[in-house]
């Protein structure tokens, strides 16, 4: 036994001094720190004829030119890989001007998150323009485009500074940097830079940011009349995302792009919180030009609708259409409208906008989105127009056209996500005094469909 | 022979534990001799006399055991034994254990007095210890199951083989063994494994863990073999044989014992401790083991291992007939792993032992595949010898515990491993493939940069936190809940384990009973429920404040769609945290009955036998999440999965002489697929392949056995048809109609193995012996199975068919060809040598499947270089290496005599691969993403075999 005893406190004693540690200290958190490199240039100079390196992309499109000398630029990182919109790039902006730097690696974001400075050793680098923005990068490839900086050399170029330093953001008038009519031009001095107009707003909202299968232009057209595109990848995170209605600041990367001679001004968002449309009209005073009307139900989340010069029109209370705000997908308030438990036959239920003067508009336009739930079949639900109606009056004494829309699939358990209407022309009105009416009908009370509309906006490109 | 293993329970000097059990129940048998008791017809006296071969004097005072009747003596002074009594039949004759050399010896007992004549025996060459149990069971333990990221098992090696007195399963253990030799070249689960009765086999995969009592080997010394399809005293058996381990605590004999070893291996030190009472007078024996296992760092950079093992038993014998016994026994084991890598990354590495999976984090490395195993067995065991006839025997087993493989994960960050295909010269070549000057000139940097900067040839731990750092997102909308967010670091890279955590009750029941002088009847039953867990679970975040539980590949495959990507809609929006699960979180439920009956029969000149078995084996899997891609089909409980299994076999030796033996056996079987193989992505879903088979199996083994006193041989040869396999790999998909991840059902797979094997153990004086082995064989797939294709990251589940011509491509299952000449030498001073020198061949690397389908041959014109370069099974290089054993054991009472007459020190010194040749390739895998425009786009990965290594054993009895 006693033996035994030993033979455990020796044992013990064994484990105990031969144990092998089992945690890692965390590696100190470096984001903050800055390294003390001696800048020598700026990237405006970088592509400023003085320095010779590049001539300009007027004079020679396809120029690019290696870096031989000991030069090193500093910025502040402004947009990245992140959400996907930018691919194999990030951009910085070092107060002289802004590049796009390529770079061929992914999750970019994690080393150069927006905001930190970086310092960049451009000997053995490349410059150059794709259809007329300044880019850095690596040796152009056989079609003279500059590629990305291998991931295997970031090191040795690329010095990673602080954290969360203020971003130099440009807030831009959009006659600065817009268009009129057709672009033929846009503004240089804020290529690859970061920048914020106000009084935007999307034309398509019926649409997303970007078609499924490639890049997309949107019309982003401010209050004044002009338009910048916003340029989208497929591949960014919110690509599928509907275009935000209303009004309100978009912030992106300005770039270029040239076709021949002819450049288009494209805002690159680095994510869709930076598309701000929250207003419902201009700043200052009038409407939005080009917007007619505009409801998205906000204003109370429960009981019967009543807007001023709207006619909400029904049998009963009950099977009016009302607010709601169910969650859910669109996880904002909306107009509902069910024959649901109103034990009511028959019920007929409109929801009709005010007058809506198409007098001189061109290209005259409906979007809106509806929802349904609980498929039953026998209830109906129609966007309808009319022009001899009188507000606040039976709808059944005015004649009513049915308008072709993408209307929900209502699911039999459950509700759909809210989908959009698509564009719907109006323009064969164009001239004339319109109502727009949404027509809910159903034959049994129980059974029956419900309805969710939201998002309604009527718009013309003047 | 199957008659000489049969009983193959050694009673070598570390096994003769069990004869202190026998030496009380031989006080029992003297004292029912002394009650009234009517002398049995067909009872007989057996005697017999021995001599030391090595001194050619009278070797007294040595054991002489005939186990079967639980009877033991000891030699007198004149050598001689005697037993009286024995009934009729065959038994197994044990002689030595101490300063003698154990040997086992069949008998047939069928007259009234049978004198055995003269016994050579030999001096005791302890250090077998060192070869027979030490280093196989280290190869086993480090040839656990690995999953490549690939989905490639990357370690394939069977743990079948044990230590035993055949020459060529003694070869085919520990010096094949390192070198990937697989017996016949079965999978590793076609050896059943039992400890105490308790069947240990994993009801999943059919393998048995062996890491599951690693360090224990003092008390798992006792075992009994089995090899190919001779019956075993304990079960039917797989292809591959029985093994039994005895491990209750009357089977350790009174012992305490130290043990150091010291290594190069996995781990560089092991320290054992075991104390054992033996069966003491009261019927009661106790047993208690522990061990630790360490290294910083073993043979491969940053692997290191750090492992416990503890052991208790208890036993209880009660009258003689019954025995209780208490088994329990563990080893947590932490211990960090290496990786296969293409050639090309050995080369910019400089070295073969090059591990991608350590990185040096704050000065330090650390390894980010990790295994971290601790799943103890409790064993209750009930023996009941109403007669010496009939052996009763009933195990309980309770095992539960979880094994964790830890890895680093990450969502929509650059791939963190070193070897990723994009940071490599060869890449360099694919994208500047315009100017191959610049290419040159990259690739050199890297090369550069692998020599001097290990943040780029090994995983950038401080890399990996600071982009941590610096992520700061918000996570909405959190569990579904509006209200709900959080703003913090949202880790890009984290540390998860891979976790299956198990509970498993098992009972096995076996009947033996000897009826009569000529016949042996055995039957049993088992019962087995297991339920596992398996998740993936955050273990570290890096230096993050959370993690989230997305699917990267579903939201690029369906962009906008809020739902597809989350792993767990019943939790949408869950805030990881460590500890926290995610990804995949499932419930797998076996039930496995099974029972079996088998015969041996035994005359003078012929030995036969026959066996039985069915049963059943069920199964279900019950999602805990449910998965945005598959809501319908990823949380709750599946339909149970059925498939009966059964299997015949039978056999006969035919006695030319005591010298000669001539035998043919033969089986077939039907078994379950495994959970793995059935469900196509257990991971994510219920569906099953489309028609789940049971894989069907023949085997005809047929040889010639030669036991003459100066030659011991054999020459078998064996075939085996698999029919109706399934397997399932997971991998990328370059194929243009996936382009993901896909789950490629390989089913009705048929393959064939068969060989010879043949071994000449030859007495050339002594002191010397001559031994030589070889096994050669042929292991390939016989026909062109179909493939079901389904994608992983896509609701779609209906798999694309196809046909992948595998036909005659050999299995990746080691060498093929495996030689061994040894040169034994036996001191009379008690030390021993053995020399061997081994030559390995025809070692084929795994064949993809994928690039053998009809796509993968488009365009390419038949018997073209390029042709033969897509569809060409690699052959690795043939392999020489010498092994060195050495071993001499001390009579500590010989020195001083302060030590007890008990009291011994082994000391074994094993070298392996003394010419130190780091070439050698022991396995390798073509990587099963192919890229059908560039063949070479993923060339195969290799394993080498370990460089010179050693073991050094140093043991302390008394």
Redesign the interface.
């Known amino acids: 036994m006693k033996r035994s005893i030993l033979l455990l406190l020796l044992l013990s004693a064994v484990l105990y001094q031969s144990c092998i540690k089992k945690d890692f200290d965390a590696p100190p958190d470096t984001s903050y720190y800055n390294p003390d490199i001696p800048v020598n240039m700026t990237i405006k100079t970088l592509f400023s004829d003085s320095l010779g390196l590049i001539e300009s992309y007027a004079d020679n499109p396809v120029d690019t030119a290696s870096i031989l000398e000991d030069y090193t630029i500093s910025g502040i990182v402004t947009a990245n890989d992140r959400s996907g919109n930018l691919y194999k790039q990030i951009v910085i902006d070092d107060s002289s001007a802004g590049i796009t730097v390529l770079i061929d690696a992914n999750g970019l974001y994690a080393q150069y998150p927006v905001g930190r400075r970086i310092y960049i050793h451009l000997k053995g680098l490349y410059i150059g323009y794709y259809r007329g923005l300044p880019q850095l990068g690596y040796v152009p490839d056989a079609q003279l485009g500059l590629t990305g900086i291998p991931a295997t050399r970031l090191d040795d170029h690329i010095i990673k500074g602080s954290v969360n330093n203020a971003l130099p953001i440009f807030e831009v008038e959009a006659s600065e940097v817009g268009y009129k009519g057709t672009s033929v031009s846009a503004n240089p001095d804020y290529f690859n830079r970061l920048v914020r107009i106000n009084n935007m707003r999307f034309i398509d909202t019926a649409n997303t940011y970007s078609e499924p299968n490639t890049s997309t232009s949107r019309d982003v057209l401010s209050c004044n009349g002009f338009t910048v595109i916003a340029r989208t990848s497929n591949f960014a995170n919110f690509a599928a995302n509907k275009l935000p209605y209303k009004i309100g600041s978009i912030t992106g990367i300005y770039t270029v792009f040239y076709s021949g001679a002819r450049a288009t001004p494209q805002l690159v968002i680095r994510d869709s919180s930076d598309v701000q449309f929250t207003m419902d009209n201009c700043e200052g005073s009038g409407p939005v030009a080009g917007v007619l009307l505009t409801q998205d139900f906000g204003a109370a989340t429960s009981g019967v609708i009543n807007l001023a010069g709207w006619t909400n029109w029904g049998t009963a209370d009950g099977v009016k259409f009302k607010y709601g705000n169910g969650g859910g997908a669109s996880n904002k308030p909306y107009a509902q409208v069910t024959a649901f438990q109103s034990n009511l036959s028959n019920v007929n239920s409109w929801l009709v906008t005010p007058a809506i003067n198409l007098t001189d508009a061109q290209n005259p336009k409906l979007t809106f989105s509806t929802a349904a739930g609980y498929s039953v079949g026998g209830t109906e639900f129609k966007v309808m127009v009319s022009t001899n109606y009188t507000a606040g009056a039976d709808p059944a004494t005015a004649d009513w056209t049915e308008l072709t829309a993408t209307m929900a699939t209502p699911p039999n358990s459950g509700y759909s996500d809210f989908i959009g209407s698509g564009n719907i022309d109006l323009s064969s009105f164009a001239g004339q005094q319109v109502f727009i009416a949404w027509k809910y009908v159903n034959g049994n009370s129980n059974p029956a469909e419900t309805w969710e509309l939201d998002d309604i906006m009527v718009t013309k490109s003047n | 022979m199957y008659l000489c293993t049969r009983f193959e329970k050694k009673y070598t000097p570390y096994h003769n534990i069990m004869i202190l059990k026998l030496r009380w129940s031989l006080l029992l048998l003297i004292l029912s001799a002394l009650s009234v008791q009517a002398q049995d017809k067909g009872q007989a006296l057996v005697k017999g006399r021995l001599l030391n071969t090595a001194t050619n004097e009278i070797a007294n005072e040595v054991l002489v055991a005939i186990p079967a009747q639980k009877r033991l003596v000891t030699t007198d002074g004149v050598g001689e034994f005697i037993f009286s009594q024995v009934p009729y039949g065959s038994y197994q004759l044990v002689i030595g254990g101490g300063m003698m050399r154990s040997d086992t010896m069949r008998i047939d007992i069928n007259s009234e007095v049978v004198d055995l004549g003269v016994l050579n025996v030999s001096p005791n060459d302890a250090a077998t210890s060192a070869q027979s149990v030490d280093i196989p069971t280290i190869a086993l333990e480090d040839n656990n199951v690995n999953t490549d990221d690939e989905g490639v098992s990357t370690q394939n090696v069977s743990g079948l083989l044990t230590a035993s007195n055949d020459p060529f399963l003694r070869t085919a253990a520990f010096v094949f063994g390192p070198y990937r030799f697989q017996p016949r070249g079965y999978d590793r689960n076609s050896q059943e494994i039992q400890i105490n009765g308790a069947p240990m086999n994993d009801v999943e995969t059919g393998d048995a863990y062996w890491n599951q009592w690693g360090g224990l080997n003092d008390v798992f010394r006792a075992r009994s073999n089995t090899y190919g399809l001779q019956p075993s005293d304990y079960a039917f058996g797989g292809l591959n044989g029985t093994v039994n381990f005895d491990a209750d605590a009357a089977s350790q004999r009174k012992q305490?014992r130290?043990t150091y070893s010291l290594t190069n291996r996995q781990y560089r030190?092991r320290?054992m401790?075991t104390?054992s009472t033996g069966l003491m007078k009261n019927g009661w024996a106790f047993s208690?083991s522990?061990s630790?296992r360490?290294s910083?760092e073993g043979y491969v950079d940053g692997t290191?291992y750090?492992g416990?093992s503890f052991y208790a038993a208890a036993s209880k014998v009660i009258n003689g007939k019954h025995g209780l016994h208490l088994t329990a026994f563990g080893a947590p084991t932490?211990r960090g792993n290496s990786g296969p890598v293409i050639k090309e990354v050995y080369d910019l590495a400089g070295t073969n032992f090059y591990n991608p999976y350590w990185g040096y984090?704050?000065g330090?490395k650390?390894n980010s595949r990790v295994r971290n195993s601790f799943q103890p067995a409790f064993i209750f065991n009930y023996e009941y010898t109403p007669t010496q006839r009939t052996r009763w025997n009933t195990a309980f087993t309770y095992q539960f515990g979880k094994d964790k493989r830890s890895r680093i994960d990450?969502y929509?960050?650059?791939?963190p491993a070193p070897d990723y295909y994009?940071?490599l010269p060869s890449w360099?070549n694919e994208?500047?493939n315009?100017?191959p000057l610049?290419a040159q000139q990259?690739s050199a940097?890297?090369q550069n940069?692998w020599r001097t900067n290990p943040s780029?040839s090994q995983v950038n731990?401080?890399?990996l936190?600071?982009?941590?750092?610096?992520?700061?997102e918000t996570l909405r909308n959190i569990n579904g809940n509006?209200n709900d967010s959080f703003t913090g670091r949202r880790s890009?890279y984290i540390l998860s384990d891979d976790v299956d955590d198990i509970k498993k009750y098992v009972v096995n029941s076996t009947l033996q009973h000897a009826a009569g002088e000529h016949a042996t009847f055995y039957t049993g039953a088992s019962l087995i429920l297991q339920r596992t867990e398996s998740y993936r679970e955050a273990s570290d975040l890096?230096?993050g404040d959370y993690f989230i539980n997305s699917n990267q590949f579903a939201?690029?495959e369906y962009?906008?769609?809020?739902t597809t990507g989350q792993q767990d809609l019943n939790t949408p929006n869950r805030l990881i945290q460590t500890g926290d699960r995610y990804y995949y979180n499932y419930i797998s439920r076996f039930n496995k009955a099974l029972w079996w009956g088998q015969a041996v029969l035994t005359y003078n000149k012929f030995d036969l036998f026959g066996a039985v078995s069915f049963g059943f084996n069920s199964f279900t899997r019950e999602g805990l999440f449910r998965s945005g891609l598959y809501e319908n089909s990823s949380y709750g409980e599946s339909p149970r999965q059925n498939f009966s299994i059964y299997a015949l076999k039978g056999g006969i030796t035919y006695k030319v002489s005591g010298r000669h033996y001539l035998f043919v056996n033969g089986s077939i079987n039907q078994d379950a697929p495994t959970f793995d193989n059935t469900f196509v992505s257990p991971r994510t879903r219920n569906q099953t392949v489309t028609k789940p088979t049971e894989q069907k199996s023949s085997t005809l083994e047929a040889g010639y056995l030669l036991h003459a006193p100066r030659v011991n041989g054999r020459l078998v040869g064996y075939v085996t048809d698999i029919k109706d396999a399934a397997e399932i790999k997971r991998f990328y998909s370059d194929d243009s109609r996936f382009e993901s991840f896909v789950n490629y059902a390989l089913t009705g797979v048929n393959s064939r193995f068969t060989g010879i094997e043949f071994a000449l153990d030859v007495k050339l004086s002594s002191a010397f012996n001559l031994i030589g082995v070889a096994a050669v064989g042929q292991a390939f797939y016989t026909n062109r199975p179909t493939v079901g294709i389904y994608r992983d990251n896509d609701t779609n589940i209906t798999p694309v068919s196809r046909e992948v011509y595998l036909k005659n491509y050999y299995m990746s299952v080691g060498p093929q060809s495996a030689y061994s000449l040894g040169l034994n030498y036996r001191s009379k001073k008690f030390w021993y040598a053995n020399l061997n020198a081994n030559y390995f061949d025809r070692n084929y690397i795994e064949a993809a499947p994928d690039r053998r389908t009809e796509l993968a041959s488009f365009g390419i014109e038949r018997n073209s270089p390029q042709w033969h370069q897509v569809f060409d099974q690699e052959k690795l290089p043939s392999a020489f290496t010498l092994d060195l054993y050495f071993g001499k054991s001390f009579m500590l009472s010989q020195y001083s005599k302060l030590f007890p007459r008990s009291a011994f020190l082994y000391v074994n010194i094993g070298v392996n691969n003394l010419l130190n040749n780091t070439e050698i390739r022991t396995g390798g895998f073509e990587q099963l993403r192919y890229d059908y425009n560039r063949p070479n786009a993923f060339p195969s990965k290799y394993f080498y075999g370990l460089g010179r290594n050693y073991f050094v054993n140093v043991s302390l009895k008394f």
């Open positions: 305490t130290i030190n320290l401790l104390h208690l522990g630790k360490w910083e290191f750090d416990y932490r984090q704050n330090e650390r990450y929509n960050g650059a791939n994009r940071y360099m994208i500047y315009f100017d610049l990259e940097n890297i940069a780029v731990w401080d890399g936190y600071n982009a941590n750092y610096n992520n700061i509006p890009i890096l230096g939201e690029r962009p906008g769609n809020v």
